[in-house]
């Protein structure tokens, strides 16, 4: 089978299909997106695997988070870039936009160390995404000081377990093809962030 934009490795079962007790989660990203997100639907083939993941993203995206919202998705659209995911970088961005980045902020972000947009906590923390995504960086003390002067220790944790849930996350979505749908509109080439769609107000960050 040859992949194509809109095609997926493995399609999402009818709702109907899934156990009662997921129907909740599909009616609340109803509400929020004003559709079934077609990653959760893929999860949802595994629904003891599905409710160990949402419950744990509720944990790390929670309100009372000490990494800020800004901060958090900031961080998921730029490893959701590294990792080839469209659907990531689709949801991500326009969850970043929604919670106060600028437009020209969210569009520099794969080029984020030649830009002025970025704030030295934001940068470090930037960096820190990459040496956790790319497997041809490690993590250094030099790194872990920059953290140190920006984080304490407990939030150093959280801010390693955003990181590496974005990681798992986006691999997954990336690995089975699932497609963008429709909140950013995502550019063709490489490794550049998307910019809104007309109808990006959908995406609700929390």
Known sequence: MTWTEHQMWIKPKTERSYPWYLRPFFWNQRRKYGN??????????????????AFLYGMIDRRSSQISPE????????????????????????TLMKRGASLDKVAALAAWRESELYDDKERDALDYAEAMTRSDREIDGDLMRRLN?????????ELTGLIAFQNMSSKFNS????????????????????KPAQDGARADPV
């Open 36 to 53: 079934v997100l077609d990653a959760a639907l893929l999860w949802a083939r595994s629904p003891k695997l599905f409710l160990g993941v």
């Open 71 to 94: 901060l958090r998705s900031l961080l998921t659209v730029r490893v959701s870039q590294i990792n080839h995911c469209p659907f990531c970088v689709d949801i991500n961005s326009a």
């Open 149 to 157: 002067s920006h984080f304490d220790d407990d939030q150093i944790v």
């Open 175 to 194: 690995a089975l093809a699932v497609p963008p749908q429709g909140f950013c509109q995502i550019p063709q080439s490489g490794d550049e962030s998307p």
